[in-house]
Nanobody, 124 residues
Framework: QVQLVESGGGLVQAGGSLRLSCAAS????????IGWFRQAPGKEREFVSH????????YYADSVKGRFTISRDNAKNTVYLQMNSLKPEETAVYYC?????????????????WGQGTQVTVSS
């Protein structure tokens, strides 16, 4: 089992940057694939990015490609999401999630564990 805690959210102007962190407890963190999702008010939770347990493979939603970068430091039990050139429509609660599954990383049902989320607000 793994517990996830997100941090790094906040208020930023359009075009600005934030780096989110997903800190995990549990000795087996390095065996988990990690995903980032976001949920805006009144909308479904949507996929943002994913990184495999070794960090060798990453996936991104088309809307964030070229602006967001996911990375991980297994020695620190932490996954990061660097977000650049943020847009107001990306205001949402951002969640990280963990899975040992190799199935579709873009599907919420793939993930077994979720954090509580961190709020990101992008002002125009």
């Amino acid at each position: 089992q793994v517990q996830l805690v997100e941090s790094g959210g906040g208020l930023v102007q359009a075009g600005g940057s934030l780096r989110l962190s997903c800190a995990a407890s549990g000795r087996t963190f390095s065996t988990y694939n990690i995903g980032w999702f976001r949920q805006a008010p009144g909308k479904e939770r949507e996929f943002v990015s994913h990184i495999t347990w070794k960090g060798t493979t990453t996936y991104y939603a088309d809307s964030v490609k070229g602006r967001f970068t996911i990375s991980r430091d297994n020695a620190k039990n932490t996954v990061y999401l660097q977000m650049n050139s943020l847009k107001p429509e990306e205001t949402a609660v951002y969640y990280c999630a963990a899975t040992t599954s190799g199935f579709d990383p873009k599907e919420k049902k793939t993930y077994d564990y979720w954090g509580q989320g961190t709020q990101v607000t992008v002002s125009s």
